[in-house]
């Protein structure tokens, strides 16, 4: 194709450089079952959809690829299937998808999750409201130093701010601080004892209460490392730990049955399940039905084990929660999960705000979480702030220590939750389009039928048509406190209100929005809302 207005390239691994090479170091994605989504888009200046491919193998390594060529300026695309080992094949099929429409690019790459959803082999999992709410999380506030007392205090004050879960993350089933996973396995929880109560006690606050595990890990130094002795596909060198081999039934039963027994002996509402991405073939992996393996593909045996976990938990549980992080985050592994995280980017606003972008764009109704936000407690508020406004189109995730943050901290944390909780059905369920991917969406947009809530997070101009919503909210996601406005349409009246950001209303008046450009004071970190009068 010419390369007449392509701008860029989109893929879930793009991440910060969505620039097109050229065809001697093209740009590409490589995608396997937990690794990224095979799809492309190909966007314009205008972030119109110049084309987009995508394929229907969800499972097995596909490389989708596009390059410019400097002799005659043609974009030259390319999928790769089997350029890894596989095991023999009689007969393949695979679909491919071609959408060259002039609209949107996010709307070519929703209609792409879409489609992927559409397979029976690719159908989604349930995703219950509670997975559609703020979380509370262990991680970055206390890492491996977790304790049921101090948690508790952490869940008390997080439900009173519209929290309705808690994760707690690594840490929970060794004594041992020392970063690594060699006393994975076992999973008994050593460091918090007391576990059934301390669920319990979440339970009474009205929380859900989800639990870590790193899926494909037996520690050197567990007792189950010589039970799975001779089952493993690699050892994890300076991690201490082996990764499991899901192609002997007895490796899938004992992960299924780690988990179906948790929730029995502790009622756990959910499970934050890692490293998914370890399941995978490497040049030494034999593709063979040899020693007791009763698959030859890694990918196909990873297939069976997440599905018959996923099913024999919801036998348990029909609302259990299943968290998976970026790369993890493909077409197939909806089937299994129902919240994708943002993978880790601790104090990088920013990147928080481009890698949930980047899963929003995907996901379709599987529910996509931040990762969880910390800052520094010294930071003014308004600094602290731009943590939770990078997100607001995902569901956010804290992990700070809500007892030790600044009152003002507290103050903001409390109102921008409400607001999102007030405004969910716009930024959470509305259609969302975060402008110029090529400059990492300064400008994220998320529209109802009645509502449109955009943020800016630079000095960009702000573009409103009149006559499509009654309510507007600019959300000022920067430390300069000049909006300005491009208004096209017909002339019409609305009132405003700015907020800083701790909900304090700093100015209320009466506008009329007539085409050409309006110049609003909005506090840094704030807001300001426009409603219509009729």
Known sequence: MASSNVAGFWSSGAFNDKTIGPDWGPSSVKSMLAKQAPVVTLFGHDDTNRLTYAVSEALNTVVLSAGIKEEDGFVYNKINFFSEKHRPLKNYQVKIRFDARQHQYSTALREVADWWASFNFLNPVFVPEVARTPVYSSWYSYHQNVSMKELLAECRLAKKMGFESIIVDDGWQTLDSNRGYAYT???????????????KAVHDLGMKFILWYGVPFVGEKSEAFDKMKGKYLRYWNGQGTYVLDPRYPEVRKFIIDTYVNAIHDWDLDGFKLDFIGRFTADDNTEFTLENGRDFASVNEATDVLMTNLIKSLQEVKPDIMIEFRQPYVGPAMRKYGNMFRATDCPNLSSVNRIRTSDL?????????????????????????????????????????RLEDIPEDHFKMIKFYTNYWLQNRDVLLDGDFHPSSPLTNYPILEGTSTQKKIITVFNDNLVNFQTGRHK????????????????????TEKFKYATKDCLGNETEKWVVELSEGTHTF?????GLISFTKID
């Open 360 to 400: 929003r764009l995907l996901s379709g109704t599987t529910a996509v979480h931040s990762d969880m936000l910390m800052w520094h407690y010294d930071e003014p508020v308004e600094v602290a702030a731009l943590q939770m406004l990078n997100v607001m189109y995902s569901v956010p995730q804290i992990s700070v």
């Open 471 to 490: 309510e507007l909210d600019i959300i000022n996601a920067k430390t300069s406190t000049q909006v300005v406005m491009v208004v096209t349409g017909k």
């Open 185 to 199: 396995g076992d999973w008994k929880p050593e460091r918090i004892p007391e576990m059934k109560e301390f669920v």
């Open 521 to 525: 004071k909005v506090p840094k970190s």
